[in-house]
């Protein structure tokens, strides 16, 4: 497809499970971004990939949370030992350009609906 | 910190009246700001942007309007329709070292009557 795909669109797990989230971006975007989601609320910063470097993870919440992008290209969020708090929706974006003040606006998947039991 | 946010929570309009929706910003340093519509199980989608050598920038029905000296954002919609019903998200974004970085404020609700 054309635009940002992410799967599994909905995830249920027991508590202390670990999840895989996945993110295809548009074929060419060297940045990739993942995103957390809180009921009613904006969007708020993971972790930032330029093409296979992690260059920002500081909104990562903690340790539990991992981001890769070994190829450049799909990106997997990893949650070890979930906790309900986790529950969110996890939402990836990606953009064309990396230099800064390229004012390239990002491209959002649908999300996955991550819920926590 | 820093931050985007939006004075209105919520707006309901009726079908055919214009929106307005706000957004003020904190930081000056900011020169590029985007809006966002997500409707209901979907991402963000891209409205419009504008940078902030420039004063207004109009789309498809859909106007921006900054004010520096103020540190405002608005988005207008003309002719409001039942599709336009979803959350608005203004986005400010903040220059880092390798990268730019994109920061949401919490969203406005609009709802269209028909």
């Known amino acids: 497809g054309a635009g940002v795909s992410q799967s599994p669109r909905y995830k249920v797990a027991k508590r202390g499970q670990d999840v895989a989230l996945r993110c295809d971006p548009i074929s060419g975007h060297v940045s990739l971004f993942w995103y957390q989601q809180a009921l009613g609320q904006g969007p708020e910063f993971l972790t930032y990939f330029q093409n296979e470097a992690q260059l920002d993870k500081s909104g990562l919440p903690s340790d539990r949370f991992f981001a890769e992008r070994p190829e450049g290209s799909v990106s997997t969020l990893k949650i070890q030992r979930t906790q309900q708090e986790d529950s969110a929706v996890y939402l990836c974006a990606s953009s064309l350009g990396h230099l800064q003040n390229s004012n390239q606006p990002q491209h959002f998947g649908d999300g996955t609906r991550l819920s926590i039991l | 910190g820093e931050s985007v946010g939006l004075h209105l929570p919520t707006l309901s309009v009726q079908e055919g009246d214009n929106s307005i929706i706000n957004c003020a910003y904190s930081?000056?340093?900011?020169?590029?700001f985007i809006w966002y519509k997500q409707e209901s199980g979907k991402g963000p989608q891209f409205i419009i942007d504008i940078r902030s050598n420039m004063d207004k920038r109009q789309g498809q029905r859909v106007t921006v309007l900054l004010n520096k000296t103020v540190k405002h954002l608005s988005l207008q919609i003309a002719a409001t329709q039942p599709g336009d019903s979803a959350v608005y998200f203004c986005?400010?974004?903040?220059?880092?070292?390798?990268?730019?970085?994109?920061?949401f404020g919490p969203g406005t609700s609009l709802s269209v009557i028909p």
């Open positions: 930081n000056s340093a900011s020169d590029y």
């Open positions: 986005a400010e974004n903040q220059m880092k070292t390798s990268y730019d970085k994109v920061i």
